[in-house]
């Protein structure tokens, strides 16, 4: 992918990935930032106000500050403030061990920032073709199913942000030329741009203190008030 990423395409789609990713990072804080990518050209937290950014790579050649195995992260449980995918569950045997692993060391509170592949898009469909560009061999993960994944995670997705709703030329004159495609899919919001960037913010169960009656007979105590509607369904379910 690396490799990809530096021809006309990829150089192309990597550039409006940055566009539209640099803001949501900037605008996210903490302590620790971590950042995993498949295409060692490219830096998404550079824009980042946070001072301890390092980045982690799944295979040899991509960069980083160490070669580790995603489903297993060798890091502590809830430490990081910042987590940023890219491309890592498309290309990945285990994408949703990946965002479990990416989701546990996550702080309550903490956000990841992920990008994929969109497979309902003319960048995806052009698969059908039976191209050979590596783009077209990952997993082809819809954007509804990692917000479903996240939901299970706790992870509470916001609006999906999308991009590149041109043809997929590899010519740089070709795609010059599409470039009206790419102003009417953002100015209208279409579902088809060739990726998409969902930004989660991780729940945490939060705690709310009742006034007691002293006088009474009976006392209330403190009780935990769910944070999403996954939390607050699951403890419906165990009362019944």
């Not at 990416?102 to 059908?128: D, E, K, Q, T």
């Not at 509804?144 to 939901?151: K, P, S, V």
Request: include cysteine; proline fraction near 6%; aromatic fraction near 8%.
């Amino acid at each position: 992918m690396s490799a990809w990423f530096q021809s006309g395409l990829g150089q192309e789609i990597l550039t409006q990935q940055l566009a539209l990713a640099q803001p949501l990072v900037e605008g996210l804080f903490g302590y620790h930032l971590m950042q995993a990518s498949v295409a060692k050209q490219v830096d998404f937290a550079a824009c980042s106000r946070i001072n301890h950014r390092f980045r982690l790579s799944p295979c040899e050649g991509a960069g980083g500050a160490a070669l580790v195995e995603f489903e297993q992260l060798p890091l502590p449980s809830e430490s990081i403030d910042v987590v940023i995918l890219h491309h890592l569950l498309d290309f990945s045997p285990h994408p949703h061990q990946v965002l479990r692993e990416a989701a546990r060391v996550m702080i309550p509170g903490g956000h990841m920032v992920l990008i994929g592949f969109n497979p309902f898009s003319l960048l995806g469909l052009s698969r059908i073709f039976r191209s050979s560009s590596p783009y077209q061999r990952g997993n082809q993960l819809r954007a509804a199913r990692i917000e479903d994944w996240m939901n299970l995670l706790d992870l509470q997705a916001g609006p999906v942000e999308r991009g590149f709703f041109r043809l997929p030329l590899q010519q740089s004159d070709l795609l010059a030329r599409t470039v009206w495609m790419e102003r009417m899919g953002s100015r209208c919001h279409l579902p088809w741009g060739g990726f998409y960037i969902i930004v989660a913010r991780k729940e945490v169960a939060r705690m709310r203190t009742i006034k007691i009656d002293w006088r009474g007979e009976k006392k209330p105590a403190l009780r935990a008030v769910p944070s999403s509607p996954r939390v607050a369904a699951r403890d419906r379910h165990h009362k019944r």
